[in-house]
């Protein structure tokens, strides 16, 4: 797994929840659905960036705590008549481990 370095376990999110990993760019969130389906977008809602990771998680997409924007986890574009993205991050998961992409991540998680 040369290209990816491994942030935590699936077991450290819990289930509708997000934990944070610290990059040289940015902060990203790391969200674990109900299903058990792991993504990774920046932290900051394009709105007015409000923390993502700190949202209610429902299905495939995070509502922002600030403004109630719906930020999709799968595309990290803005769903219904709000406009804007965030960045997503390639993860991918190995038995309960969670890797990232490591174009995006250097590994400090809070």
């Known amino acids: 797994m040369n290209d990816w370095v491994e942030i935590g376990s699936i077991n450290d999110i819990p289930r509708r929840g997000a934990r944070c990993v610290r990059t040289p760019q940015s902060k990203i969130a790391v969200f674990r659905t109900m299903e058990d389906q792991i993504f990774a977008i920046d932290d900051h809602c394009p ?64």
């Open 47 to 110: 709105h007015k960036g409000g923390p993502l990771s700190q949202g209610i998680v429902h299905g495939a997409a995070v509502t922002c705590p600030l403004h109630n924007w719906v930020i999709s986890l799968e595309t990290g574009k803005a769903l219904g008549a709000d406009e804007g993205s965030v960045k997503t991050v390639a993860i991918k998961l190995d038995g309960d481990r969670i890797f990232a992409s490591l174009e995006r991540v250097a590994v400090a998680a809070e």
